[in-house]
């Protein structure tokens, strides 16, 4: 199954510094699964003053369970309080093709 995680930074004035403390793991982290198949697009969501605010990455696992214990329970992002606001929906991809 596809997903697509929002995970939207908390607001409070230490978020930027609680998503930089932890930046390097993150993407590290989203770098082995990209590696291993298993995530398919990331971007960080900005605000009105290019500030990162939040994350968008679409994946797929077997299940949502999963998903949350092999991926998300372990998230540097998740884990260091960054993302204080999670949404996960199921989705169905599709990669464009050259014409």
């Not at 982290?29 to 605000?47: M, P, S």
């Amino acid at each position: 199954m596809e997903f697509m995680i929002i995970g939207r930074d908390g607001t409070d004035a230490g978020a930027l510094d609680r998503r930089l403390a932890v930046r390097e793991q993150h993407l590290e982290c989203f770098d082995r699964f990209t590696n291993a198949g298993v995530f398919k697009y990331g971007c960080a969501i900005l605000d009105d003053k290019q500030q990162m605010v939040g994350s968008v990455i679409v994946c797929e696992f077997a299940s949502r369970d999963e998903m949350e214990e092999v991926w998300l329970s372990h998230e540097p992002y998740v884990v260091g309080d960054v993302w204080r606001s999670i949404e996960i929906l199921p989705v169905r991809s599709r990669i464009p093709t050259k014409v």
